[in-house]
C-alpha cells in the first residue's frame, strides 16, 4: 500500500530518473525511469518488451502511478563475473560510479546498452565493473532478481522515502 505523499499520477515525461511508474490497465506495463547520454529513458520492467527502453523526457502519452526516487537494494548473494558471463537484458551493473540497467533500445537488433539509474556514487577504487547482479523482473508488484537458475529479491521499489 502508498500513502497519498508516496506516489503522484502523470505521463512518463513527468517522471525522474529513478521512478518506478506503475500501470493502470491490464494493457499497460511497468517502467523504470533512468537516462541515457543524459536524455530521460523509461525501461519496460514486465510484459512482452520487459528490458526494453525509449527516451521518455518528451512523451506525454504513456501515464501511470509514478513512485519517485525508488530505492535499490542489491542481494549480494548472485554477483557473478561480468568478464566471464555474457550479460543479459535486465542485468543490474555497478560500475565505475553509476548503477546501470542493460537494456535494448526498442526496435532494435542490439544485445543491450546500459540505462543509468543512478549516478555520482562514490568512485570505487577500479573503473571495471564491481559488481553485477542478475535479470531484475516483476513479481506480485516487487521488482526481483533472477540470476541463472534461481531467485532472490535484488531490487525493490521502497516507497518510503
Given at each position: 500500500?502508498?500513502?497519498?505523499?508516496?506516489?503522484?499520477?502523470?505521463?512518463?515525461?513527468?517522471?525522474?530518473?529513478?521512478?518506478?511508474?506503475?500501470?493502470?490497465?491490464?494493457?499497460?506495463?511497468?517502467?523504470?525511469?533512468?537516462?541515457?547520454?543524459?536524455?530521460?529513458?523509461?525501461?519496460?520492467?514486465?510484459?512482452?518488451?520487459?528490458?526494453?527502453?525509449?527516451?521518455?523526457?518528451?512523451?506525454?502519452?504513456?501515464?501511470?502511478?509514478?513512485?519517485?526516487?525508488?530505492?535499490?537494494?542489491?542481494?549480494?548473494?548472485?554477483?557473478?563475473?561480468?568478464?566471464?558471463?555474457?550479460?543479459?537484458?535486465?542485468?543490474?551493473?555497478?560500475?565505475?560510479t553509476r548503477l546501470v540497467?542493460?537494456?535494448?533500445?526498442?526496435?532494435?537488433?542490439?544485445?543491450?546498452?546500459?540505462?543509468?539509474?543512478?549516478?555520482?556514487?562514490?568512485?570505487?577504487?577500479?573503473?571495471?565493473?564491481?559488481?553485477?547482479?542478475?535479470?531484475?523482473?516483476?513479481?506480485?508488484?516487487?521488482?526481483?532478481?533472477?540470476?541463472?537458475?534461481?531467485?532472490?529479491?535484488?531490487?525493490?521499489?521502497?516507497?518510503?522515502?
Amino acid at each position: 500500500m502508498l500513502s497519498p505523499d508516496e506516489f503522484t499520477v502523470g505521463t512518463f515525461a513527468n517522471a525522474a530518473p529513478l521512478s518506478l511508474i506503475l500501470p493502470r490497465s491490464s494493457y499497460e506495463e511497468t517502467a523504470l525511469i533512468g537516462s541515457i547520454d543524459g536524455a530521460a529513458a523509461a525501461v519496460i520492467l514486465s510484459g512482452r518488451f520487459a528490458f526494453h527502453f525509449f527516451e521518455s523526457a518528451n512523451n506525454h502519452d504513456w501515464r501511470g502511478l509514478i513512485v519517485p526516487d525508488v530505492r535499490v537494494e542489491i542481494d549480494e548473494t548472485t554477483l557473478f563475473d561480468p568478464d566471464q558471463n555474457d550479460i543479459p537484458l535486465g542485468t543490474v551493473i555497478r560500475t565505475d560510479t553509476r548503477l546501470v540497467i542493460q537494456a535494448k533500445r526498442e526496435n532494435s537488433f542490439s544485445r543491450g546498452v546500459p540505462i543509468t539509474l543512478r549516478d555520482e556514487l562514490p568512485r570505487p577504487k577500479s573503473s571495471k565493473p564491481v559488481f553485477v547482479v542478475g535479470k531484475l523482473s516483476l513479481e506480485n508488484g516487487r521488482l526481483n532478481e533472477s540470476s541463472g537458475d534461481h531467485q532472490a529479491i535484488a531490487a525493490l521499489p521502497q516507497c518510503h522515502k
